[in-house]
Structures are given as C-alpha cells and as structure tokens.
C-alpha cells in the first residue's frame, strides 16, 4: 500500500501549491510541502529497493505519516478550501489501513483470503489514480476559465477606458456643437425681431437689406446642424447600448466613431457658413427708422431716376440713355415712406440702366438705351411702371428674382438683396405688390401697385 500512500501525499501537496498558489503568495508553506514530497519521494525509494517495510513495521509508519498529514490538512484553516479534495482519499486510506491490521491481526485469514483482500488494494489504487485524473481535468477546466476570465477582464478594462475617452471626446464636441446651435438660434431669433422693424426705418440702410434674406439663408446651415446633432445623439445611444454588451462588436464601434466624426465635420461646416452670413452683414449694416408722408409720387420717381441715371454716368462718362416720362396726373399724391419707398425706385432704376448698358455693349451703335417711367392712378390704387429695353429676364430666372441673396451680375457688382429687398418693403410696409413681364433681348417691365390710403 505504500504506492497508494505515495501517491496520495504526491498529489495532495501539488494540488496545494497549484490551488494556493504557495509559492508566490506562501513561501515558508511552500517549502514545507516541497520538503514533503521530497521526503516521500526518498522514503518511497528506499522501501522499494529494500525490505525495510517487512523488517521494521516500515508499512506502519506510512500509516502515521498518512494520518499526520491529513490531521494537519484538516486542522489548518489556510487548506480549509481543500477539505472536500482531501476528504476523497479517506476510502482508500482506511482500506489500506484496515488491510494491514487484518495482516497483522488475523494472519491465517489474511493468507486464505489473500488473493481477494489483495484487491482491495487495486481498488484503492485505482481510487487514487481516478481521483488525480478527476483533479487534473478540474484544474485544467479551472485554468482556462481563469485564463478567459483574465481576458475578459483586459477587455473590459480596454472598453471602459475607450467608453470614458469616447464619452469626454462626445461630449466635449456636443457642448460645442449644442452652444454653436444655440448661438446661431440666438442670432436667427434676434434678426427675425429687428427685420420688420429695420425695413419700416426712416434711413433705409444696408442693415435692413441684409436681414431681409438672413432669416432664408441662415436656415439651411442650421437644419443641417439640427438633423446631424439629432443623427449623433442617436449614434451615442446605439454607441452606448454596445458597450453595455458581453462581447460588443468592435466593428460597428469603428463605424459608428467614424460616422460620429463625418458628422462632426459637417455640423462645423455649416456652423462656419452661417457665422460668416452672419459676420458679413453686421458689418455693413446701419439703423434707420421712417413713417409714412404725403408725398408727390410724380417728384418722387422722378428724382430717384435721375438719380440712378448720373450715379451710372458719374462711373461711366461714355454712358447715355433716352429718359421717357409720363405722367397721367400731376400731381399724384400717394401715402409713402420716402426714403423706403424712394430705395425701391433705386434698385429697379439701377436695374434698369445696368440692362441697357449691358445690351449696348452687345449691340453696338446701332442701339438706343431707353428707359420709360409712367405713373397712373386705378381706382384706389396708384400704379408706377419702370420699363427698359436692355437684355431683358428668361423665364427661369424670373422665378428667382425676388430671393434673397439672388443675382444675374459678376460677383462684386451686386449683392442679390435689393429686389428682395424692395418687394419687402412694397408688400409689408405699403401693402402694395411689385410684379415683372419680360422678354429676352427686347424689355423688363416692373410695375409697383399700392393703395391710395395706407
């Protein structure tokens, strides 16, 4: 039996300094089971290459050491969790203890029965082999799921330290996004309250030409910044929600990041463009304010087209055209604010003069700039009609005209706001219309309507 007690001591201290680790975290332990083993292993030795079981009760002092050993095992709380593994060789330690008491005891029983007590000590034998081969298997299955516990825990440390880099990164950029979003709501606010009251003003300025189309413009970048910040918010979810997963695909975590980021860039975009619209006309902007008089329309129309007519002569001297007036009643008495509806005739006098000149450059000699003024009164109703003979508007374009930020001249000789501008001011501040007819390379014909009593 001394093979069954040199196994049980063999596998019994090894299991003890793999479970507790012994030799990392319990030196001074360690060296004792070492030290054991390495005394069972000589002792084992010696019995087999001698008779010094048979001679001197050898078999016995294995019984003691046995015994000393698991009395030890039990009485030491550092190997309480080892109890239920030691607790599995106590069968094949009494059978080996009951066998040599019988042996020693009842000796003729012993010898008649030999051959069967003889398997007892198979039995044991096996028991001890079965019980290592069990241990092994757990300690593996117990090894592996260390290891993936290990490496479940390195990827959750690597998620969580992506989820808080990620979270300050969001973050920090949606408190951008959100104050840049708010500022611009700000501004839309504030300029939608000062237009109404900047197209009314005495002095019209650039100020209420350029808040006239900033309401349109502006909204754009801003619905692109609305719909991406919404878009993000749900990506942060979705971010959020995946992270929060077992085993998170780190795939669509890549892809939701980048998504994050294409949309960051083009919130900033149209941020940008809105803050130079923005930028661009507080710059050229001035206050006025204006109530309506009584005015001769006749004086005032015609002054306005002189007007416009030495302003284009003063920047070309080479420039002339023939001035048609007529006047159906002199004179035509009409509820106005002047110098609002005085920038009206500007704009479609400037217009006017800027046709011809551009269908003069085309035509030659040959051809005679001209431009016609008439004024009528229609029932309650005072007309005004500026026509030319320039270059005329194609249809396509004639839809557009009256938008914001729209113009048919190069880039630095026109602003698109003034006939946007205008038909504000006649529709809003006179409750008039302001209508065109054209055709290409004949005539444009603009006709200003309002009431008689505003």
Not at 98 to 112: C, E, G, Q
Not at 256 to 276: E, F, P
Not at 309 to 336: C, I, W
Not at 343 to 355: H, S
């Amino acid at each position: 039996m001394e093979l069954v007690y040199f196994l049980i001591i063999l596998f019994s201290t090894q299991y003890l300094r793999d479970t507790l680790h012994t030799k990392t975290e319990d030196p001074e332990t360690d060296k004792r089971l070492n030290f054991l083993r390495i005394a069972a292993i000589v002792y084992f030795c010696i019995s087999m290459v001698t008779s010094f079981d048979d001679q001197t009760g050898g078999m016995w002092l294995w019984h003691v050491l046995i015994v000393a050993f698991f009395w030890y095992l039990n009485h030491d709380e550092k190997f309480k969790s080892g109890k239920s593994y030691f607790q599995s060789f106590y069968a094949p330690i009494v059978i080996a203890i009951f066998l040599d008491v019988v042996s020693v005891a009842l000796p003729t029983f012993y010898s008649k029965y030999d051959s069967y007590l003889d398997s007892f000590s198979s039995i044991a034998f096996i028991w001890v082999i079965a019980i290592w081969y069990q241990n092994r298997k757990q300690q593996k299955q117990l090894a592996a799921e260390r290891l993936q516990r290990l490496e479940e825990e390195k990827q959750n440390q690597l998620i969580a330290a992506q989820k808080a880099e990620l979270e300050l990164v969001v973050g920090e950029r949606t408190r951008e996004i959100l104050q840049q979003k708010e500022e611009l709501e700000t501004t839309l606010q504030h300029l939608q309250a000062t237009q109404v009251q900047l197209i009314q003003s005495e002095k019209m300025a650039s100020l209420g030409e350029l808040t006239a189309g900033i309401a349109h413009e502006i909204q754009n970048p801003l619905n692109f910044v609305n719909n991406f910040a919404e878009v993000n918010t749900e990506l942060i979810e979705e971010l959020k929600e995946e992270q929060e997963k077992e085993s998170p695909d780190l795939e669509l975590i890549e892809e939701i990041l980048t998504d994050l980021a294409d949309n960051m860039q083009k919130m900033v975009y149209h941020g940008k463009r809105a803050d130079s619209i923005v930028k661009g006309m507080l710059l050229h902007s001035r206050s006025g304010s204006g109530e309506k008089q009584l005015v001769d329309i006749n004086a005032l129309a015609d002054e306005y087209m002189r007007l416009a007519y030495h302003g284009l002569r003063a920047k070309d001297k080479s420039f002339n055209a023939a001035l048609e007036k007529n006047f159906q009643t002199d004179p035509l008495m009409g509820q106005v604010m002047p110098q609002d509806f005085g920038r009206v005739l500007l704009n479609i006098f400037n217009n006017a003069f800027y046709a011809v000149m551009e269908r003069k450059r085309e035509e030659g000699e040959n051809f005679q700039p001209t431009v016609w003024l008439s004024t009528s009164q229609e029932e309650n109703f005072l007309l005004i009609k500026i026509r030319d003979n320039g270059t005329g508007i194609p249809d396509a374009v004639k839809e557009k005209i009256f938008q914001p930020f729209f113009t048919t001249k190069p880039t630095g000789q026109g602003t698109g706001l003034g006939l946007s501008l205008s038909y504000d001011i006649i529709h809003k501040g006179h409750n008039g219309t302001l209508t065109v007819t054209s055709e290409k390379n004949s005539f444009t014909e603009f006709c200003v309507q309002i009431p008689l009593i505003n």
